[in-house]
């Protein structure tokens, strides 16, 4: 069974850093596409980084420049390091394949931006 466990968030201020990792477990992810998604209140979940097999990555505008994810493929780990955040990036975060894996969300990691 295929489980995704994230963990690192935080509270923050704003323009602050924080690291998450995500530990994946089940299968052989090493040719999967991974990424992080978010989901902020009473809003939809929302991919913020992917990274390939090869290590091609790719964000969204919103948190371009900002947001770095990379993977370690011996320790089936998936990181996001953040930076400068700010407020609307307060969401929960979770890790999984992209497309995802609709059965296998994890709790994810809550991430707060607040002064």
């Known amino acids: 069974q295929v489980h995704f466990v994230e963990s690192g968030g935080g509270l923050v201020q704003p323009g602050g850093s924080l690291r998450l990792s995500c530990v994946a477990s089940?299968?052989?992810?090493?040719?999967?596409?991974m990424g992080w998604y978010r989901q902020a209140p009473g809003k939809q979940r929302e991919l913020v980084a992917a990274?390939?097999?090869?290590?091609?990555?790719n964000y969204p505008v919103s948190v371009i420049d900002r947001f770095i994810i990379s993977r370690d493929f011996t320790r089936h780990m998936v990181y996001l390091q953040m930076h400068n955040l700010k407020p609307d990036d307060t969401a929960v975060y979770y890790c999984?394949?992209?497309?995802?894996?609709?059965?296998?969300w994890g709790q994810g990691t809550q991430v707060t931006v607040s002064s």
């Open positions: 089940g299968r052989d992810f090493s040719i999967s596409v």
């Open positions: 990274i390939t097999e090869g290590g091609t990555t």
């Open positions: 999984n394949t992209r497309p995802p894996l609709h059965d296998a």
